[in-house]
């Protein structure tokens, strides 16, 4: 900032909270920062995969220090970058974000290229999954369908809105009757 003082500067940083502390925040704030706090929704979903180097559950920990980010610094860009895997039940999810009026900046699978994290699941975690994702989906899909309630989306239907958005607006969709577009996938 100070060798480019005519140039308005944006940054961003990814964190998993933990030691985010009231001089950090303010730090942030004065920087013009955006912050992603990496929070993966409801307290079992969190804890289950996030933990500290001694394995202690980190949700009461994150969850606080995101709230006090949003409470001391309203106009502080802070936002939650959440993933899921089969264990993940998407109506609490879905509950999670809105009841605590959650800013959601990413939301992703845990990729499960070149690892064996999705051997521990078995077929009727994946069919619990599928049918709880596929009930939101279909949410979305029915708010989006009628215009009294197309602005009622939740912070979870506002997610699968973004996506249908990149998808349909994305160049090779301009020219094609195809929605297989090579290293993104769309199925419909």
């Known amino acids: 900032n100070r060798k480019y003082p005519n140039i ?3 940054y961003s940083i990814t964190t998993n909270g933990s030691l985010l502390t009231d001089e950090i925040g303010y730090f942030l704030s004065q920087h013009d920062f955006s912050v992603l706090i990496s929070l993966d929704g409801y307290k079992e979903n969190h804890d289950r995969n996030r933990v500290d180097v001694n394995g202690n559950k980190t949700f009461d920990l994150v969850f606080a220090k995101y709230q006090e980010l949003k409470k001391n610094y309203p106009k502080l860009d802070v936002e939650i970058s959440c993933c899921y895997d089969f264990k993940t039940n ?58 009294e309630t197309a602005h009622k989306l939740s912070v979870l239907g506002k997610w699968f809105y973004k996506l249908t958005k990149q998808l349909s607006t994305h160049p090779v969709m301009e020219n ?8 993104e996938k769309i199925y419909v």
């Open 176 to 183: 094609s009757n195809s929605s297989c577009i090579p290293g």
């Open 90 to 147: 998407m109506q609490k999810l879905a509950t999670f974000l809105d009841e605590n009026e959650i800013s959601l900046g990413m939301l992703s699978q845990v990729d499960p290229v070149n690892s064996t994290f999705y051997d521990q699941f078995s077929v009727l975690d994946r069919n619990s999954f599928q049918k709880s994702y596929k009930i939101e989906f279909e949410k979305f899909v029915d708010c989006m369908s009628n215009v």
């Open 8 to 10: 308005t500067t944006k």
